[in-house]
């Protein structure tokens, strides 16, 4: 069983920065591609980014590509979501999730409990 927990979620003007943390209570969290997801009211949940096991490799989604960067620390078993450049359309509840493959995942095991981020015009 892995527990996810996000958090560092608040209220930003449009042009700053926020950096999400993930904690995983894992034993084997290299064992984890980690990735995150975001769902704005009334929309559906999308994908943001995914970090694989050793953090060599990474993808974004074209709306975040450049903004935001992914990182994890396997001794700290933390993932991180610095986000630079936010905007109001970034507005949204975001999401960690885990995946057991040390790849880019196609599905997700486990998620988080999620943590809001709201970007002010």
């Known amino acids: 069983q892995v527990q996810l927990v996000e958090s560092g979620g608040g209220l930003v003007q449009a042009g700053g920065s926020l950096r999400l943390s993930c904690a995983a209570s894992v034993r084997t969290f290299t064992m984890y591609a980690m990735g995150w997801f975001r769902q704005a009211p009334g929309k559906e949940r999308e994908f943001v980014g995914v970090?694989?096991?050793?953090?060599?490799?990474?993808v974004y989604a074209d709306s975040v590509k450049v903004r935001f960067t992914i990182s994890r620390d396997n001794y700290k078993k933390m993932v991180y979501l610095q986000m630079n450049s936010l905007k109001p359309e970034d507005t949204a509840v975001y999401y960690c999730?885990?995946?057991?493959?040390?790849?880019?995942?196609?599905?997700?095991?486990?998620w988080g409990q999620g943590t809001q981020v709201t970007v002010s015009s």
């Open positions: 970090i694989n096991w050793n953090g060599d490799s990474t």
């Open positions: 999730a885990a995946a057991y493959t040390r790849g880019l995942p196609g599905k997700y095991d486990y």
